[in-house]
Each structure stands twice: as structure tokens, then as C-alpha cells.
């Protein structure tokens, strides 16, 4: 199992204080599975996307 599944499956599931820690996650794969999750709003969606202008790869 790659070190980051079991990080990317929380993102898929996480709600409350949880996905809000996740938000800030260092891994790009981690962020990318947040958009999976039912429980990400639109504010969150727009932090994400922000932080997202900061990597140096293709988000």
C-alpha cells in the first residue's frame, strides 16, 4: 500500500475538523482526493484551489 492510501482515504470520508486539517495536507494526492469527498463546500473548494496554484506540478 503506498504511504499516502490510507491519507487519501480519509480525504474521500472526512468531514468536520478532520477535513479542514486535510485542506493543508502536503501531498498533492491527498488534496486531489478531497475533491471526491460529498462533504467538501464551497468555501473549502476555494482554499483548495488556491493552495493548489503552489505546487509545482499540474493540479
Do not use: I, W, Y
Not at 475533491?35 to 499540474?58: G, H, I, M, S, Y
Amino acid at each position: 500500500m503506498p504511504a499516502n492510501e490510507p491519507n487519501r482515504e480519509r480525504a474521500r470520508t472526512a468531514a468536520g475538523e478532520e477535513l479542514a486539517l486535510l485542506l493543508h495536507h502536503h501531498s498533492p494526492d491527498v488534496l486531489l482526493a478531497l475533491l471526491d469527498n460529498p462533504a467538501l463546500d464551497e468555501t473549502q473548494l476555494c482554499l483548495l484551489l488556491d493552495r493548489a496554484r503552489t505546487f509545482p506540478q499540474k493540479f
